[in-house]
């Protein structure tokens, strides 16, 4: 007997993204450190994440009406998703590097050092034959050289770390399984992304939502390539994120443990706070209460960082000079320097009292329903990418996370869009080595963002014309 067409459809379309991505991992080999940059099949790479990038679209948002009483199709996605990520743990990463940070800190804090006092230059310098004997340098200038020298390799060696206390602990914790081995991060980020998918498929659950729009997140291949072969670390926020969204309604008190956890890993979180517990503000003791304990606990969690803050902190330069990759913040900068001097810090003032007023705002808004919490956290976290000075396709799963309980969402279509356009960020690193930079900053980056944000418009005046 042969299947109806519209079962075929979602296991064609997910073979389509399976295809791409095996491409992909297939030539990772020739973006090896030691090739041209002009010899690698940037065209191909871009190509394939554009064919993977709309075969998932179409896939998610075929979730929405249809295929969620093929039953086949959950366990399909799930093993098919888990199978694409472990096909990268072997791959050459594609034009990043982070992850030989994430290899030192780890290095560093398994040992018991302090991870924010010394910046990589400083301990490989002390390493140096003739270099002067500093005591508290010693023990790491010793890690260096077991390091075969990983801390001259490292960006912004100059500075000290940007990642806070509980991303040191999954970096020690994968130096433990592997010293100086990206697969032992890709295993701990494997762990702790499988937890993120059991308590999204619990949420989901719990919010009367089928589970196989689970596959919304699991199958996406922006967060499997950059996560997988490029090894960045916001996959770990996932888990802790959806736990405090999993808990918010009936238990605040683990909610706040989990965001807490989330904020200790990269601070921006701390701005979904209003929002998820929205909800109690009819009880304000509760609701106070919650307020301190994460207001507590996120400043213990981030005490060591804080307290080593100094010129030489990479946390001071990020927040205050980093720009890389952006639509928006450059056109705000610019327009604020015909009335300003120093643009670029007003600029960056602007945009956190904008996002400070977006999460208050959309905190004492009235929800239609329990599902709309999650849809306005996607919201925010979009809002957060858009706006920020660096727009790398990785930080696309700070709201990616949020897709599968608000598919139904206005802001769903656009910013799932981004998935797409993130081939761009791949393209640039070819052609500016060419010397055709503009090319990547005034025509693929407006492209990349520039669609997903006149569809967000037009899908939001749709929705408020309906409201």
């Known amino acids: 007997m042969t299947l109806p067409r519209p079962i075929l459809l979602p296991f064609a379309l997910a073979i389509i993204l399976a295809g791409a991505l095996l491409f992909i991992r297939w030539i990772t080999p020739e973006f090896a450190s030691d090739t041209l940059t002009e010899n690698h099949p940037v065209i191909a790479l871009c190509s394939a994440l554009v064919i993977g990038g709309a075969a998932w679209f179409v896939l998610t948002f075929g979730l929405r009406k249809t295929y969620t009483t093929t039953k086949a199709l959950l366990p399909f996605c799930l093993l098919l998703g888990l199978g694409l990520r472990l096909a990268f743990f072997g791959s050459t990463p594609v034009y990043e590097n982070d992850y030989k940070r994430y290899l030192w800190d780890g290095a560093v804090t398994a040992a018991g050092e302090n991870p924010y006092r010394f910046s990589p230059a400083e301990i490989f310098e002390a390493g140096e034959p003739g270099a002067r004997s500093i005591p508290d340098l010693a023990t790491l200038a010793i890690k260096s050289n077991e390091a075969d020298f990983i801390t001259g390799e490292i960006n912004s060696s100059t500075l000290t770390t940007i990642y806070p206390p509980a991303a040191q602990a999954a970096f020690a914790a994968a130096h433990f399984i592997a010293p100086y081995k990206p697969w032992g991060l890709k295993l701990v980020f494997l762990f702790f992304e499988i937890a993120a998918l059991a308590m999204l ?11 196989l729009w689970s596959a919304a997140y699991w199958l996406n291949p922006v967060i499997i390539f950059t996560t997988y072969n490029g090894i960045h670390m916001d996959v770990l926020l996932a888990a ?25 890993i990269k601070i921006w979180p701390l701005l979904l706070a209003p929002v998820l517990f929205r909800g109690w503000r009819h009880r304000p003791l509760v609701y106070i209460g919650v307020a301190a304990l994460i207001a507590i606990l996120t400043a213990l969690s981030l005490a060591p960082m804080i307290l080593s803050l100094n010129e ?10 980093w720009t890389n990759s952006s639509f928006l913040f450059p056109g705000l900068r610019d327009a604020i320097g015909l009335l300003f001097d120093n643009s670029d810090r007003i600029a960056r003032y602007v945009i956190a009292i904008a996002l400070t007023a977006m999460s208050l705002w959309l905190g004492f808004l009235k929800p239609r329903d329990e599902s709309s919490i999650a849809a306005h956290l996607m919201l925010l976290a979009g809002a957060f990418v858009l706006l920020s000075p660096t727009g790398y396709p990785w930080y696309f799963i700070w709201f990616l996370m ?18 797409i356009g993130a081939a761009a960020y791949f393209a640039r690193f070819q052609i500016g080595e060419a010397g055709h930079y503009y090319i990547y900053a005034k025509i693929l980056l407006p492209i990349e963002f520039g669609i997903p944000l006149l569809v967000l418009a037009w899908d939001g005046r749709k929705e408020k014309k309906h409201a």
């Open 201 to 211: 498929i619990l949420g989901l659950r719990a919010h009367n939502l089928p589970a």
């Open 240 to 264: 802790p994120i959806i736990g405090a969204l999993l808990y918010a309604g009936k238990g605040p008190i683990r909610a706040a443990i989990f965001l807490s956890i989330a904020a200790s």
């Open 312 to 321: 030489k902190s990479g946390l001071a330069a990020y927040s205050a000079n």
């Open 402 to 419: 949020f897709l599968p309980f608000a598919l139904n969402h206005w802001s769903a279509r656009g910013l799932a869009l981004l998935t």
